[in-house]
């Protein structure tokens, strides 16, 4: 009785937890977007915050839960169930209790077999972090991204040499990716997720509420510490695919990577759910760079605004999102061009935008298997920095795992953690292939890197039998540039 009573609490606990240009066509306009000083380039970064509450295939089970509940939303149909959801948890939690899945070695809290199964030492997780080095695909999954998996933490990017450029650091093992902007007067630092499948740009407001009380460990804004902050009395809310956060609008003045946008109309949160407002949670807000149409918020996105004062050449964000594996750390989000130091220019394809309400997404012409075509057609991908894996229709997410002679049981698909079977997208009639690491996320069990992983995509029960959702497995293969005002989106070669 004692056990299921943790079991149930544990369970409510991750429920609520984090998570996780004109596009130049031609040559000229590349020189220019490279040439003109009103772009902005900033780094994305490694702040270790020790996970101490969560087994990390607890973790991956909520990324892979947010994943169809993000999709469930981006194509306007019934996000999965409350109860199903819990479901999945649950199985995923009885494989651990039954041994299926094995706690890390440097597991050695006390308390129930429960906690010593669950729980991780800090220090010496810790420790094992500072010896861990990545490996190939023969070596399977490298103890850094394990060690990185159960710590948590950011990965500060390097600083960035390009105009109106910020580096994204890397959040835990390639979960997400962050940048540091200023708001307010005086300015303070704000840690902000970027994502690309979302429009609504928010923080933390000096009152925030949560499920715990307060809102955690984090920056916020409000007239105590800012004296040029400006609070309105409309309402917004947003619901992700998992969190949500609700509060009022407000201007304020936002610096990115040197470009000083004054009185800009973005939301503070007074309530955020225990997925934001955690002391583990390494962020202090969200930016959404999706389209407005798109926004709950109902204004302007940042890179909207900087376009529309003039500040930058157009409504353009470009990404390159680093591996933690590679430990170059050199992720960025350039804003109004591309940053040509990060990409083959001759590898550049430009695609029109197909999505009718504000999301970035694009016809993938083939989906091939080490060169295999696997006969899908007719598919979209819906490309999103906010979003760890690949969610796949499940006949196409199981025809691609069997390719790779992996399989799929009812919680989730799991592929050989030394696989060096390669997966490719085409967009504009040229192949991005998806780096073979990027597929095996995380073994099954974590003392043995070699043995199964759990996939880089995995099947969304929601959706259309051809619309994907296609995160970070993939983005980190290719750069990724998106064009608001020609409704355009931009892939090419990684140099």
Not at 16 to 28: F, L, M, N
Not at 279 to 304: H, I, Y
Not at 422 to 435: H, P, Q, R, T
């Amino acid at each position: 009785m004692q056990l299921s009573v943790v079991f149930a609490v544990l369970l409510a606990c991750i429920l609520h937890s984090t998570p996780s240009d004109a596009i130049p066509a031609r040559a000229h306009h590349q020189r220019l977007a490279r040439a003109n000083p009103r772009t902005i380039t900033m780094p994305l970064k490694r702040l270790y915050v020790p996970r101490t509450d969560v087994h990390p295939q607890l973790l991956l089970q909520q990324h892979i839960n947010r994943g169809n509940k993000r999709l469930a939303r981006m194509t306007g149909r019934s996000e999965p169930a409350e109860h199903e959801l819990r479901a999945e948890m649950h199985k995923r939690m009885y494989l651990l209790e039954s041994g299926s899945v094995k706690a890390s070695s440097a597991t050695t809290a006390t308390g129930s077999n429960f906690s010593r199964r669950y729980w991780r030492n800090s220090k010496h997780v810790a420790q094992a972090a500072s010896n861990a080095s990545s490996t190939g695909t023969d070596g399977g999954v490298s103890a850094l991204d394990i060690q990185a998996a159960e710590i948590g933490g950011l990965t500060p990017a390097k600083i960035p040499t390009s105009n109106h450029t910020l580096g994204l650091a890397i959040d835990a093992d390639d979960v997400g990716y962050i940048a540091t902007i200023q708001i307010g007067t005086p300015p303070q630092n704000f840690n902000i997720l970027m994502d690309s499948g979302s429009a609504d740009f928010w923080v933390g407001s000096e009152t925030c509420q949560s499920q715990q009380g307060t809102c955690g460990n984090h920056t916020f804004l409000g007239s105590k510490s800012s004296s040029s902050f400006v609070q309105s009395n409309q309402n917004f809310n947003v619901t992700y695919g998992s969190g949500s956060v609700a509060g009022v609008l407000c201007q304020d003045n936002v610096n990115m990577a040197g470009l000083q946008l004054n009185k800009h109309t973005f939301g503070v949160a007074n309530e955020e759910s225990v997925q934001f407002s955690a002391d583990t949670v390494p962020f202090d807000g969200l930016m959404g760079l999706a389209q407005s149409t798109l926004s709950n918020e109902k204004v302007p996105t940042p890179v909207e605004s900087l376009a529309s004062n003039g500040l930058i050449s157009s409504a353009i964000s470009s990404f390159k999102i680093s591996r933690l594996a590679d430990q170059l750390n050199d992720g960025e989000v350039t804003f109004g061009g591309l940053d040509s130091t990060k990409f083959v220019a001759n590898t550049l394809v430009t695609i029109p935008n197909v999505s009718k309400v504000g999301f970035w997404e694009g016809a993938i012409d083939a989906i091939t298997v080490n060169g295999q075509d696997t006969g899908m057609t007719g598919r979209t991908a819906i490309l999103d920095t906010g979003t760890t894996l690949i969610i796949a229709p499940p006949a196409d997410a199981l025809a691609v795992i069997a390719m790779l002679g992996g399989k799929c049981d009812t919680q989730q698909c799991t592929i050989s953690c030394t696989s060096n079977t390669s997966v490719a997208l085409s967009f504009g009639n040229a192949s991005f292939a998806i780096d073979p690491r990027d597929m095996a996320v995380l073994p099954v069990d974590v003392n043995d890197p070699t043995g199964d992983c759990t996939a880089g995509i995995q099947p969304g029960t929601i959706g259309t039998n051809t619309e994907w959702l296609v995160g970070d497995v993939f983005l980190k293969n290719a750069y990724f540039s998106v064009d608001t005002q020609n409704n355009q989106i931009s892939l090419a070669k990684l140099s």
